[in-house]
């Protein structure tokens, strides 16, 4: 297993933590591939009844690493921009193994939760969020939208108008509001975060394994999320390519304004 996550297997609960501190825990492709082996190996470890999500430092993920995204070159090619697709749909496929894992999945958040760290957390099924932590999807911000399944997941968590305000603003999501809509499923001192995570989880395994299963897979089919997934992938697709893409990275990076062209 990567250095850049860490997995322990504490008896039923088997912890997966992101290990990036000195970045932030922001995600490049290296990381996604870590995480897709982490929930992997959850498959193969007999006994298992929950998955406890974490980010390791002082929070659980800024997102996506901007300056990894030359490196995409590296593993899908030179001309990478002009076909996103491949890198879209396998991003989400790892976070969809999150989601669809048969095994609850759940998300200790702190510090920070952003962009495609958030995205990730979506795809969990619970979220446990330590006081004062900033979550939101600031895609906009670099002229693209959240791709990997934040604007699907946030939308049928919240309904169409609230994703629409948090999405195109970028703005994040006061944590307070997150828990009254449902996006967190509690808000807990940070001191008690770990403890609150291993107390759900102990409480999933008291429940039959299977009914467990059933119950999950019953719920997460009532909401189909394969098209929206689909049209954030070609959306993504078109953005990638413009000029306000490019202008957006460059003033994240240099913490200015950007100038917008509309191209």
């Not at 800024?62 to 300056?67: E, P, Y």
């Not at 828990?179 to 975060?193: D, F, H, K, Q, R």
């Not at 299977?210 to 697709?237: C, H, N, P, T, W």
């Amino acid at each position: 297993m990567s250095e850049l996550v860490l997995t322990q297997r504490r008896d039923h609960i088997y912890e997966i933590t992101i290990n990036r501190p000195e970045k932030r825990n922001a995600i490049n492709w290296e990381v996604m591939l870590a995480l897709e082996a982490a929930i992997d190996a959850v498959g193969h470890a007999p006994g298992v009844r929950a998955v406890l999500l974490k980010g390791a430092g002082s929070g659980f993920s800024a997102g996506i690493d901007l300056r990894a995204f030359s490196d995409l070159a590296e593993h899908f090619g030179p001309n990478w921009r002009e076909d996103l697709l491949p890198i879209t749909r396998a991003m989400q496929a790892v976070l969809n193994k999150y989601e669809r894992s048969s095994i609850p999945t759940i998300a200790l958040l702190h510090g920070f939760s952003l962009g495609l760290g958030f995205e990730l957390a979506l795809a969990c099924d619970i979220r446990i969020a330590a006081q004062n932590t900033q979550i939101g999807l600031p895609e906009t911000h670099v002229g693209l939208i959240p791709d990997v399944g934040g604007t699907t997941r946030l939308t049928r968590l919240i309904g169409p108008a609230r994703a629409k305000e948090y999405i195109l603003t970028g703005r994040s999501l006061e944590l307070e509001k997150a828990a009254e809509w449902g996006v967190v499923n509690s808000i807990v001192a940070a001191e008690e975060l770990d403890s609150r995570g291993a107390a759900l989880a102990n409480e999933i395994a008291l429940a039959a394994p299977i009914a467990v299963r059933y119950a999950k897979r019953v719920i997460d089919g009532i909401s189909d999320i394969d098209r929206g997934l689909q049209l954030e992938a070609f959306a993504q697709a078109q953005l990638i390519q413009t000029d306000d893409f490019e202008a957006g990275v460059q003033a994240m990076l240099l913490k200015q304004q950007p100038t917008w062209k509309g191209k």
